[in-house]
């Protein structure tokens, strides 16, 4: 959009022309033009963001909080009897090692900007014999087949 005013306006087009155009006022218009005429496109196109809220968590606390949940099962860490995490046992864990209460949801969100994601485990036989799997799933096929 601020480009496309920039453009227009240089094209010849009046400034309250390029902001039909565009959908802005005038003074928008205006000000992007000044905007690119200052520092070109790249001042242009800079936008800055409000910082946001402190995070309740330090860098280093959710680094922690991604190696525990790929490292460690509750149940090694005596926490609980489960054998993966969920976010209502990550709730409770953080909230007595770190005092902070923060939401499940604000867990989750927070382990997925750390690039993880739920999902359910795999149950696999320890004791398989793979040729009798392959055989079976050779079977399975010929079933689903016919």
């Not at 485990?121 to 040729?131: E, R, S, V």
Request: glycine share 6%; aromatic share 8%.
């Amino acid at each position: 959009q601020r480009v496309m005013a920039v453009r227009l306006v240089m094209e010849g087009y009046l400034g309250k022309e390029a902001a039909s155009m565009v959908n802005v006022c005038r003074q928008t218009v205006s000000h992007y033009v000044s905007l690119f005429n200052e520092g070109g496109l790249e001042l242009l196109l800079h936008r800055d963001f409000a910082p946001g809220r402190e995070p309740f968590l330090t860098e280093e606390q959710q680094e922690e909080i991604k190696q525990l949940v790929l490292t460690a099962t509750p149940a090694e860490l005596g926490w609980d009897v489960a054998s993966a995490w969920n976010t209502k046992l990550l709730q409770s864990y953080v909230e007595k090692h770190f005092g902070v209460c923060l939401s499940r949801e604000a867990l989750r969100k927070l382990l997925h900007r750390q690039g993880l994601s739920w999902t359910r485990p795999a149950y696999t036989l320890a004791k398989g014999n793979p040729d009798e799997q392959k055989q079976f799933e050779k079977q399975m096929d010929l079933i689903k087949k016919t």
